[in-house]
């Protein structure tokens, strides 16, 4: 990057707000007429892939409305557009797109297989970038100084890589995060906050796949600079932050003091600054990332779904002034919703990227699931999401559920509620939106906090939900058990089939162990030593496989 784009260059700064403000007004501006914006989509998609396999498979030359693409197109998953999608990684052109994929995002789904989303320069141009730079409005506009040194954001997930791995045609399969937008796809000033820091390209060799080795570097580094802004997207990284500084604190001390960076000389030694951090140690039992960046202004994540039960806490650590921006409601596929302000939770449907459709989040999707726009949906309601998009993905079902916040400007203001997957051990099909709401009212009724959450069915022949929790501060006997059976009366309100089965003796009360405080961030930790991208070791909060809940149950010895 030459002097003039680099992120402290006044040029550059001034043409960034300028191109982030820009894709935001044009995005409200066409919420006036969210109909139109379909119809617009539509065409331009139906149009560009005409002559594509798939789209001379379902006629799309002869498609002209919404409800002519529902006839000709099935509601379909991954697996159903798998076989397209391997034609095209392999090398195969027009395929699903007139475009040929410059990239494949992977996506570790609800299974953890790595899929292959194929990404097109069109589908860049048309559909990511105009979402992406409204993305960071919000971050912009009222935290400028996040953009006044190149060390003032850390953001957590920006991992590139020199050798990225690649498909059958040479094509390569990373994730977003590990993509530089600039160089591949011609839009230099696509480079995220943060990008620009001395850490964000790691001055030594590591090992790709030593992804808690890079994590540790990078955060030694950002310990001596003066970080505003934290950008995580994935909130369980954020909520790692804190248990990795005490983790590795005697580590990134002697580090600073030595000036070495992995046992490696790098830079000349910093005394002062060490000894500041060991008067930090000896003054606070717990190191906070409060007390070593304390002009933190900003965190920048998803913030609904589990994380709604420990960011309000966890933000604290971070600092008492400090800001939560919710990151878009969007997956590796494409975007569904993004905040153009500073709502807490929800972001506003992107109607310039997708033809987006929704159907009931209680009733599992089919290939003929009649489906509803967005004029059509109810604040307050759940909603799987089913997305088109001149990329190559067809009335996709992403596999995630939003719940409508409100409706401002025309369109409908979506939070992200969880994904789609039924758990339904007695036929009770509960999603991870019934557990965190039911969760959450057991929570605020009772006063008690946690650091995580997770469950899973067990027992025999009748099973029940048991539950793991870390308490954010311990739990006396009686508070455990009136949690307890607080679960089980508001799971019951929350789903009709929780309640039937418990009513007919389908499923046993449920149940409750507590861990230890920071049992979800060692169990995450434990998870990226393993060779799992950052990025991709989420919250999840059904937990079915017993080697995972073991891991997580265990205590550490």
Sequence with gaps: MNSADAWTHPDRIRRYRERVFAERARLKAAFTDPAAQRQKVLADLLAFNAATDYGTRHDFGRIR????????????????????????????SGVLSADQPAVYFTSSGSTG?????????RFMRTTFFPFYYAAWAPLIEHFPDVLAHPDAVLNLKHDPLAAPPTTASGRPHVGASQVDFGTRFGEPLSAEPGTGAHWATLPLSVDPAAHLEKMYLRLRLAAEADVRCVIGI????????????????????????????????????NPERAAALERLARRHERILPAHIWPNMRALFCWTTAMASLYLPRLREEFGPGVTVLPAPVAASEGPTGVALDRHPSAGSLVVTAAVHEFADADTPLAPDTATLTAEELEPGRDYHVVFSHVGGLYRYAVGDVVRVADRVGGVPRLEYTGRSTLSSAAG???????????LAASLAATGLEIRGAACRTQGEPVPGYHFALAPR???????????????????????????SARREGRLTPCTLQLLSPHAFQDDWITAVASGIRPTQVKDRLLRQDPAAWARLTTPTP
């Excluded at 529902?70 to 195969?92: H, S």
């Design 65 to 92: 409305t919404l409800e002519d693409f529902r006839k000709a197109v099935p509601v379909q998953d991954y697996a159903a557009l798998e076989p397209w999608i391997e034609r095209a990684a392999a090398g195969e």
């Design 113 to 121: 297989a790595h899929k292959k989303i194929p990404v097109t320069p």
């Design 234 to 269: 994935n909130p369980a990284m954020i909520a790692a932050l804190p248990h990795q500084l005490n983790l590795w604190w005697e580590r990134i001390v002697k580090e600073i003091r030595d000036g070495t960076l992995g046992g490696l000389p790098h830079r000349a030694p």
């Design 428 to 438: 009770e099909n509960l999603r991870d939106a019934h557990i965190i709401r039911a």
């Design 473 to 499: 501060t311990r739990f006396s006997s009686d508070e455990q058990a009136t949690l307890t059976t607080l679960l089980d009366t508001h799971l019951a309100r929350e789903s009709a089939g929780y309640a």
